[in-house]
């Protein structure tokens, strides 16, 4: 017998062009962790949750990981469960915040 092909999901992104393509369980943990770290951390910047996830998540390459972070945080600004907003004491740095949409998505997942 053949092995079960594992599923698979294709990212989006905000600019409309193609994301990548990723195991969708992968996709859903780091989405998770993502929403929750967004949810739990007021004015959190993505340089506060690369070095999270850093600390947090098993991962063979650090390169890698912050790379996969980046992309899922892409994805959920491109369907809107989160939106970056410039930091009003600094117009270089931006927060992420949770939209209503990745609220309702959290509440879901619980």
Known sequence: MEAELERTITTLRPDGKKG????????ESLSAYILGKIKTHENLTMPQLLEYAQHDLPCE?????SWYVLQVKLDLEARDLIRTTRLPYDSRSYFMKITRKGKKQTMVAL
């Open 20 to 27: 990548f393509t990723m195991k969708q369980h992968y996709y």
């Open 61 to 65: 390459s650090q390169d890698m990981k």
